[in-house]
Each structure stands twice: as C-alpha cells, then as structure tokens.
C-alpha cells in the first residue's frame, strides 16, 4: 500500500460516493486522494486543483484524460470507477493499484537480466500495443509509470496523453519527462505514436542497466544527448537489443510500431497486418509468471525473482494526470512507497494448482463468454445466467472483489481462447466433447441443457413426433433441426437472420418452433415480456455445460466442482434460473449433474 498521508485542512471529506482517507500524493494541477466506499471498496481518487475548476482548459485536459482511460481495452486498463467532471468538485476515482513502480523495483533490487527481462518488455509492450489500437499516445511512458502490482505491469499516467485524430498525428509542444521523450517532441515537430515507441525503448535500457540512455547532469545536457547522441545498448541481451536500437532511431519515420515491435518479441514475422487479438493474447500469456515456482534464493536473490514474478498476467492502463512541471503524482495509482519491511514478499505455500495460485497472489481472473444471448450472457459489462455462474465460481476461488475480466470468445473459439491463454475459463455454453479433452480441461457441469424447441404456451408440442408438418424457424447456423430431421419428421422451414427474430416469429404466431439448447432459446424467449413461450421439454440431447480450463490443473477443477455442488446445494441455482427464465415456461434441471473426474 503507497504511503498516505493525512487529509489537509480544506480538503473534501467525501468525492461521490468514497469517504476520503487521506492524501496519495499531490502534482502542480491536482491531488490524488484515497478513497473508500460504503463497501469498503479502495479508489484512488484525483481531484482538479480548486484554483482551476473554472479554466475550460483544464477541465478539458481532465476530460480527454478521463476519455483516454475509457478508451484503452479493459486488458490493460485500470479500471475507471466513477468520474464527475461538470460539478464544482471534479474528479476522477480509479481502480488502486498497490504496487511499486518500475524504477523503484530497479533502485531498490538492481537491473533485470535473462527471463524477467524478456517477459517485462513483452508485458510493456503488449500494454503499449492495445493503447495505440485505441487510438491514444501516451507521451511519457517512462519507468515511474509503469507500476508492477501482483497481477503483472500497468502503464499509467494518461494525464498528457492525447486521442490521435484520423491523421495519425498530433502537433504539441514539448511536454513529457526529458531522459525518455523522443528527438521530435524537444523540437517540437509532429509527435504521434512513435514517441511512445522511442520511450519503451529508452524505459527497456534503464530496466537493463538502471540508467536512462540519454540521461545527463542538466536538462539541457539531456535534452542535447537524445538529439545528437546514440545510445548505449551493450549491457541488453543480443535478442533484444535489435529491436530497442530500431525504436530509438533519431527519424520517427523509420522506427517500428508497437505493432511490429510486439510481434519481433514473440517471433512472429513482421507484415503490415494490426496485430490481432490473439497475438495481444499471447503477449499476455508470455508475459505470465507462475508465483508459486519461484526459487528460493538469498535475499538479494529471491527479491530479483520476485521482480519477475509481479511481471505477470493481465496489462492495464491507470487514468492518471501529471503536471509536467510538478513530476509525477506519488501514489496516483497506487504505485507503493517501498519499505524494507515491504521490499521482499514472504513466499505463501503452493495450493498446487498454477490458476489458485496465481489468484491468491493477487491476479485477475479471466472468464470467457459469448455474447449476444440474453438472459445467458449479453452486453458489456455482461450479465445473465452465465455471468451469474462465472461470479458464484469466482467468489468460490476467493477472486477479490473486482478482479475479474469478461472476454467475449466466440462459438469455435471457446477452446483455442483457454488453450491459448486469452482466457483462465470459459463459461460459455461448451458442452464437454471427448474430443476437446488434451486441448482443454473440463470442471463441472455446471449445468445440464437439452436440444429443445421454443414454442407458444397453448401449443400442445410435447414429443418430437409432433413437430411434424410444423413451421419451424432457423436461424444461421441453426444445427438443432438436423436432429429432428435425423429422427424422420418433416416440418417446414421457416428461416430468419437470427434467433432474436425467430423468437418473435414464433411469439406472433408466423412460426410455430424454435430449436436450439433450451436454455439459450428460453432467453430469447424471456425477452418478450408477456409473449406466453415455454419450451416443449422433447429433450432431443443432453448438453453438459461445463467450465473449460487448461489442462493440468486438477486442483482448480476440483475447486470449480465443489462451487458447482455448492450453488446446486444451497438454492441459488435454482434461484439463477428462475431469475432469468421464469418469464418462460421451462422444467429446467435442478438437480446436480454427475460432475468430471479431475484429473
């Protein structure tokens, strides 16, 4: 936890909803706060210095800090928490993140060499990666703003940053910090997008070496050696140092983008195509450390390793603001005082499962879904019967409150998306296929589904047989009817673009079906309020829903399980599906399902 000091005579006791705790820190336009809840919930809370709430400058400088932050995918984002920017008081209270900075760590336990080096630079440059696809430069990625909490490295400081407009660029003048800002933002020539590349480069040497590469005893022998002087790259490794020398080319024109950058460090080939979702993925997972296999050492030693251990998981992006003059805001996301009582984490014994473990240490938990089906899992942030599961497991497994990511996966992306390390589980309708098993691991079922039909309520469809001669509605990608067909009833297609539609079809009488799991139809059904559907309980198939998970971990499938029989066990599962069916007439399963052996 940062250092907190007392509040000041004059400071506000309340922002919002948060009790203020004391002061964080404190820049020449700002001051950030703690902030508590009524839940107890911790923010870091920046409040605009009184003696500008009536600039419109300023206030508009808070706001494209505020729309920066919100812009940046959820990944690599210190989540926004709450923001009011039109009353007297504005301000901004964002997720606390309690770690050190990176020069901190540096100072304290000397450069980083070997793996913790690789995995920082692909962590940063991952984070980097995602903020330039959202369209914003950051313009002071610098050591002090990249925070290392036990979920891994989030670049922070978003308070000069700039929305780049559609011409890629931004013209400015020179602000940002001097050892670390790019040839064209001394000159004041055009910066975009590069000068973040030139910084992550100047931030990779002094992780390497504990200096800056351009550092000099004055600002102006500093600002002279970035322009006129290269750096000395010998102390990094021969695999990295090719590419940092490429970032810090002197003509922006020709250094590489976050883009290519990101992709030499995973050893893809370097094409013109955006980096997609699966490689940011993949810097994600490279990224990874496991908490629990690191060696003991000497002190000296094991305080290196567990630099490389918080190097880890899941990116993120703080919204903070900084007056350039002032330096930084100590404690604006949280990055923690060091302490010689803090400064080396007493190692915890292993639960022998890599996921638990990494969830005591303090990770996010990453849950997959898909979207676009109500009452199972629809919108951003989703909700449904599926989200409603996924929390019920992640309290289970002692996520702390707000760790956990929901990742949209698509219909045949649900196993790629845990093998490949996007996500730690997949919640998502998957029922468990022998053939899947090696590729992923399965908890659960979480529950038992059924190739149904939706039809209206005073329909008296109860057997597949009675299908026969029926309208039945298909959407794209509709594979339920082959069953039917397969069973020897001819009915009448009837086809739609989606499911949304078929529902209404079958609603106002155009169609007289709907096929599909029963509880994915059932939703569609839910959302016509007063429509009189049920499902016809034919019960073509059984579909077990279960919790996929990488392989080799038999004690978070075990975990998962015993949340399963607990939610079957103590009502709520039949609490959840009444909540987000009973609209519909459904005999939906109460009973728990015979659960997967662990293994």
């Known amino acids: 936890m940062?250092?907190?000091?007392?509040?000041?005579?004059?400071?506000?006791?309340?922002?919002?909803?948060?009790?203020?705790?004391?002061?964080?820190?404190?820049?020449?336009?700002?001051?950030?706060?703690?902030?508590?809840?009524?839940?107890?919930?911790?923010?870091?809370?920046?409040?605009?210095?009184?003696?500008?709430?009536?600039?419109?400058?300023?206030?508009?400088?808070?706001?494209?800090e505020?729309?920066?932050?919100?812009?940046?995918?959820?990944?690599?984002t210190a989540r926004v928490l709450a923001a009011d920017l039109d009353g007297e008081t504005p301000y901004i209270a964002s997720e606390l993140i309690d770690g050190p900075s990176l020069r901190q760590v540096v100072e304290?336990?000397?450069?980083?060499?070997?793996?913790?080096?690789?995995?920082?630079?692909?962590?940063?440059?991952?984070?980097?990666?995602?903020?330039?696809?959202?369209?914003?430069?950051?313009?002071?990625?610098?050591?002090?703003n990249v925070l290392l909490a036990a979920d891994g490295p989030r670049v922070v400081d978003f308070g000069i940053a700039k929305i780049i407009d559609e011409s890629g660029t931004i013209t400015t003048r020179a602000v940002g910090t001097p050892a670390y800002m790019a040839p064209e933002q001394i000159a004041e020539e055009r910066v975009g997008l590069p000068a973040d590349v030139f910084a992550w480069a100047s931030t990779m040497v002094f992780t390497a070496t504990g200096k800056a590469p351009?550092?000099?005893?004055?600002?102006?022998?500093?600002?002279?050696?970035?322009?006129?002087?290269?750096?000395?790259?010998?102390?990094?490794?021969?695999?990295?140092?090719?590419?940092?020398?490429?970032?810090?080319?002197?003509?922006?024109?020709?250094?590489?983008?976050?883009?290519?950058v990101l992709k030499r460090l995973l050893g893809h080939p370097v094409d013109e195509a955006q980096v997609s979702e699966?490689?940011?993925?993949?810097?994600?997972?490279?990224?990874?450390?496991?908490?629990?296999?690191?060696?003991?050492?000497?002190?000296?030693?094991?305080?290196?390793?567990?630099?490389?251990?918080?190097?880890?998981?899941?990116?993120?992006?703080?919204?903070?603001?900084?007056?350039?003059?002032?330096?930084?805001?100590?404690?604006?996301?949280?990055?923690?005082?060091?302490?010689?009582?803090?400064s080396t984490p007493a190692p915890t014994a292993s639960t022998g499962s890599p996921l638990l473990d990494r969830i005591r240490a303090g990770g996010v938990l990453r849950v997959g879904?898909?979207?676009?089906?109500?009452?199972?899992?629809?919108?951003?942030?989703?909700?449904?019967?599926?989200?409603?599961?996924?929390?019920?497991?992640?309290?289970?497994?002692?996520?702390?409150?707000?760790?956990?990511?929901y990742v949209p996966v698509g219909y045949a992306a649900r196993e790629a998306a845990v093998e490949r390390g996007k996500v730690d589980l997949v919640v998502a309708n998957l029922s468990i296929d022998s053939a899947d098993r090696g590729r992923v691991a399965f908890a659960g079922p979480y529950y038992l589904a059924h190739r149904d039909v939706l039809v209206r309520a005073g329909t008296k469809i109860s057997k597949v047989?009675?299908?026969?001669?029926?309208?039945?509605?298909?959407?794209?990608?509709?594979?339920t009817s082959s069953l039917i067909r397969d069973r020897g009833v001819r009915f009448v297609a009837v086809r739609d673009a989606d499911t949304s539609k078929c529902a209404t079809r079958v609603a106002d009488g155009s169609a007289d079906a709907l096929p599909g799991d029963d509880v994915l139809i059932a939703g569609f059904g839910a959302r016509l309020r007063g429509a009189g559907l049920k499902i016809a309980g034919i019960r073509l198939t059984a579909e077990r829903y279960?919790?996929?998970?990488?392989?080799?971990?038999?004690?978070?499938?075990?975990?998962?399980?015993?949340?399963?029989?607990?939610?079957?066990?103590?009502?709520?599962?039949?609490t959840l599906l009444e909540r987000h069916f009973g609209r519909v007439g459904f005999r939906f399963e109460t009973e728990l399902p015979e659960l997967e052996t662990c293994r």
């Open 465 to 479: 047989e009675h299908l026969r001669g029926k309208r039945l509605c298909l959407a794209s990608g509709q594979t």
């Open 108 to 144: 304290r336990d000397g450069p980083l060499s070997g793996d913790a080096l690789s995995r920082l630079a692909i962590g940063t440059a991952t984070a980097l990666t995602a903020i330039h696809h959202a369209g914003i430069a950051h313009r002071d990625l610098k050591p002090d």
């Open 369 to 405: 879904y898909r979207d676009g089906l109500p009452g199972v899992s629809l919108g951003a942030p989703p909700t449904g019967f599926e989200i409603d599961v996924a929390e019920y497991i992640a309290r289970a497994l002692k996520v702390p409150e707000g760790r956990v990511r």
């Open 214 to 260: 351009f550092g000099g005893d004055t600002i102006v022998a500093t600002l002279n050696r970035v322009i006129n002087h290269e750096a000395d790259l010998s102390a990094l490794p021969e695999d990295l140092r090719p590419t940092v020398a490429a970032c810090l080319n002197k003509d922006q024109r020709l250094r590489p983008t976050a883009d290519e």
């Open 2 to 64: 940062p250092e907190i000091r007392p509040l000041r005579p004059g400071d506000p006791p309340q922002l919002g909803d948060y009790t203020l705790q004391g002061r964080l820190g404190e820049g020449g336009q700002g001051v950030v706060y703690l902030g508590e809840s009524a839940d107890g919930g911790r923010a870091a809370i920046k409040l605009l210095h009184v003696r500008f709430t009536g600039e419109a400058h300023a206030r508009s400088r808070f706001a494209r």
């Open 66 to 76: 505020l729309a920066a932050a919100r812009r940046v995918e959820a990944f690599c």
């Open 546 to 574: 279960g919790v996929a998970l990488r392989a080799g971990d038999p004690g978070a499938c075990r975990a998962i399980n015993a949340a399963i029989g607990s939610m079957y066990a103590d009502g709520t599962m039949r």
């Open 278 to 342: 699966e490689v940011l993925a993949e810097g994600v997972q490279a990224a990874t450390v496991d908490l629990t296999r690191v060696e003991r050492r000497t002190p000296a030693r094991r305080r290196r390793r567990t630099v490389a251990a918080a190097v880890a998981v899941v990116l993120g992006a703080a919204a903070a603001f900084v007056a350039v003059q002032s330096g930084p805001i100590s404690g604006w996301g949280a990055a923690a005082s060091p302490s010689p009582a803090a």
